[in-house]
């Protein structure tokens, strides 16, 4: 212990086997760079792709016709079911994320969290399948059996969402409101709501972002419908995006091909400004929360 | 403890009323209420607030505080002090139940608020909280407008008529409305923290409780701020009644009527918070009878 394992007074080169690890940790860095960026090339890869095929589908006809011209239907039938799932599940996955962050003790809010990623683990066709045996077996297809199961895939996105956004609301804030001797409820609805109204905002679009584009359940729930007219009956199965995609690829016609791409596009736009939009919103109301 | 009466049920449930909101005016008395303490209560020749008897606190496993017993006369500022980590803060957070949402808190002992148990099973800690108010260590305004941050509990707690006056004597009594009377709209976290302090005690002075705790309130702010939240305490002296904690001695000798010791107390085992000395204020800075008392006013703590 007396003596120092190194001279001081050496020349502060590398000594001993310093060469063989930076060389590895120069390996290591390079590897962990690669792999980020294979992420962002995958990524914009894709983008390119659904971008060079499907702008030369896009026209002010395309989006305001129905079939064989345009997919108009196809837009409004999506944002009603999304619409109708987004009623469905922001309420009941804002009051979950209230129970766990205000009211629960220890151990069921972490039985709560671990149900609500259990649930956003499901695979999208067993919740499909699901909803397919609770409403359309012995009955119809139909724009509602559509949005239950889109409800069921937001709403653990909305209450862990809203969830981490409640729990970056200060204490203090809470104490202040116990102090005064108001009621729990009084205080989530008076002071914790409004200061996480923002991030509860965000996880609900990009919930929407998540469930718009989700087809798998879509398949099943709501795939016979007529794409060439508007429908708004969501009793009955009514266009929508995903499918209409999924058909359009199936088909053996070159011109079902480029719409398809056309209508990816259009997809694939509403996700990516719904997903950067919300971050940014989010990024400016944990701003605000925090400082 | 619990009252037996003709409401309960065979199964043994609850009272009905420990479940309902309490008017104000009257704790539920039966359940908490001691008799023979009254000539007690006069033992100071003041009228006392808290009655504390022999009060331990425990978090989980972990005890704070131990064995505390003393009495917080009626309108008189009473102040707590000593050293870092002995229990002032976990007691004066037991005198309106805010440690009940703190994991594991557990309390022994007694706490009698006008003669009425605290922690009785019938009480309700959103009705203690309504009488006993608290302002904190760090300015927590709400973030919303100067007036919302006084109106808003005003209006849950059904104080809506006169509004506007209610918030205006509460600003005049925190000496902060001529400050803030032409932004009330604008938000409370512009203010600075001196400001926020003094809306915070505003805030808890609007909805008129009984007693006011006050954990630390200008340990966060300069001396000039400081200054002004004191001057503050003597001008709402004789309305309320005051409890603060304090880590400065001259602020307590400034402002309090009686003043408290605590330090650590390790003759059972495992440290533990406790009340070592409590007194006059003059008694306790001039004359204190213990040791330790001593050498920490004197400032020779070791």
Partial sequence: MTEVAFDPAAPLTPTGNLRRRRMFSRVAELGATGAALFAVAVLAIVIYTVVSRGASALSFEFLVTGAPTGIAPAIVGTALIVALATAMAMPVGVLAAIFVTEFAGNRVSRGSKLTLDLINGLPSIIIG??????????????????????AIIMLPLIARGAQEVLLLVPNSLREAADALGVARWRTVLGVTLPSALGGILTSTVLAVARAAGE?????????????????????????????????????????????AWGMSLVLVSFILFASLGARAMHARSRRKMTS | MSQRDSTQGPGGALPVSSRVRIQSGSLPHPAGTVAGNGAARRELGLESVFEVSDVSVFYGAKKALSGVSLRIPRSRITALIGPSGCGKSTFIRSLNRMNDSVPAFRLEGQVLYHGHDLYASNVDEVEVRRRIGMVFQKPNPFPKSIYDNIAWALRNLGLKHDLDDRVERALRAAALWDEVKDRLKSSALGLSGGQQQRLCIARAIAIEPDVLLLDEPASALDPIATASIEDLMHSLKGRFTI????????????????TAFF????????????????????????????????????????
Avoid: K, W
């Fill in chain 1, 129 to 150: 399948l699901f909803v397919f045996g609770l409403l359309v077996n012995h009955h119809t297809q139909s724009g509602f059996a559509a949005s239950v199961a889109l």
């Fill in chain 1, 215 to 259: 087809t798998a359940p879509l398949i099943l729930l709501c795939s016979v419908f007529d794409p060439r007219h508007m429908d708004l009956n969501v009793t009955e199965a009514i266009p929508n995006i995903p499918v209409r995609i999924f058909q359009l690829s199936e088909e053996a016609n070159p011109e079902g091909f480029a719409q």
């Fill in chain 2, 243 to 258: 409890v603060i904690v304090t880590h400065n001695m001259q602020q307590a000798a400034r402002v309090a009527d009686r």
């Fill in chain 2, 263 to 302: 330090g650590l107390d390790a003759s059972s085992g495992e440290p533990a918070g406790t009340l070592i000395e409590y007194a006059d204020t003059e008694t306790i800075f001039n004359r204190p009878a213990d040791p330790r008392t001593r050498d920490y006013v004197t400032g020779r703590f070791g």
